[in-house]
């Protein structure tokens, strides 16, 4: 995201030309006439390339975030489905004891082993003392396994509040680093608006200036299939607007095309910039194929995908849509194949 563009040094003035034009501004200010000297440009653009480089940083934050509240949504439902299965077996376990003790209650309120003292018959009496020895083992057994289940249960019911808590931090962050995006790309806006006319244009056809073409693709062999249909896929994006934070298929930021387009292929990647770098083996660019995943920069803010002959495809920045571009227009961090 963020023009590429290099601006050439403006040529000094030579002396001659230096009073020339003293001598022009003072006459105009005598007749109360500004002089006709065009304002230089040049740091307004440079501002809105640099808001939007930072506007990358912060949307890969916020992917960032994004993906890890998205993980956390998935921990926090799959406790809730362990504390609830877990609650309903100590429930169960709570009946039983229940019933077993009731059992008890109803043979007349003494310990029953006392009232088989008095039974009549020995042989009733030794069959009913183990039978209740049994009954007492099982009910131990149940308890135990009660009380194993509530201390799980304690733990996971911990467990889910702690990954509760940092899930709403998650939250926080990425509500934080959506209002970075947006106030950097509100201000980017804001200084292109106040470019004159034939500025803007020139700015604006820099971003588009033809390179959504075809570039030629002789003896370029992508690295495996998978890599191919990658490509495809991306080249199918062509022309589609840049959308921060979005995956597709309407609209894409950097990582969100690259993600997006290795899906079609069946292969997951991760969702910012900086985890694509270590999605796979890095190679030289000089070896750089097909397929291959550029993230520029120091920090890898920004990734494209190696098409061949020294182009890439990506979604540059707002209001700039998907194109072909050259690997070279940014510092390149890392080149690697998925």
């Known amino acids: ?21 003293s001598l022009l501004s ?54 809730q489905d362990r504390i609830a299965r877990q609650q309903e077996r100590i429930n169960t376990l709570r009946e039983a004891l229940g019933s077993l003790a009731g059992a008890q209650y109803r043979s007349g309120g003494i310990d029953p082993a006392l ?15 183990t039978a209740l020895d049994r009954i007492g083992i099982h009910q131990a057994a149940r308890l135990k396994d009660l009380q194993t289940a509530m201390r799980e249960l304690a733990q996971d019911r911990s467990e889910a509040a702690e990954t509760l808590g ?24 804001q ?18 200036s033809g390179r959504d073409e075809v570039p030629g693709l002789t003896g370029a062999v992508p690295a495996s299939g998978r890599a191919a249909a990658a490509v495809a896929a991306a080249r199918s994006a062509l022309g589609k607007p840049y959308v921060w934070g979005a995956a597709g298929p309407g609209g894409f930021d950097c990582s969100g095309l690259m993600q997006w387009s290795y899906a079609q292929a069946g292969v997951f990647l991760p969702r910012t910039s900086q985890a694509q770098r270590v999605a796979g083996r890095q190679v030289p660019l ?21 098409v061949g002959n020294g182009q890439v495809i990506h979604a540059p920045y707002p209001g700039a849509p998907v194109r072909y571009d050259p690997v070279g227009m940014m510092p390149v961090s890392a080149v690697t194949r998925v």
């Open 191 to 208: 200084l292109l608006n106040s470019l004159p006319d034939e500025e803007r244009a020139a700015y604006d056809r820099a971003s588009r």
């Open 115 to 129: 009232a088989l003292l008095f039974s009549e018959d020995p042989d009733d009496y030794l069959d009913k003392a």
């Open 166 to 189: 940092e899930l709403e931090k998650s939250r926080k962050a990425v509500a934080a680093h959506k209002r970075s995006v947006e106030r950097k790309l509100a201000r980017a806006r």
């Open 26 to 79: 003072a006459a105009a200010a005598a007749l109360g006439v500004a002089p006709a000297m065009a304002a230089p440009h040049d740091d307004t653009r440079a501002e809105v390339d640099r808001l939007y480089a930072e506007a990358e940083r912060a949307t890969e934050a916020y992917n960032k975030a994004d993906e890890r509240a998205d993980a956390l949504r998935g921990e926090v439902g799959r406790a």
């Open 286 to 306: 000089s070896q750089a194929q097909p397929g291959d995943l550029v993230t520029y920069r120091s920090d890898a803010s920004h990734v494209g995908m190696y």
């Open 1 to 21: 995201m963020g023009s590429h563009r290099r601006q050439a040094p403006s040529s000094g003035l030579d002396r001659g030309a230096t009073a020339a034009v």
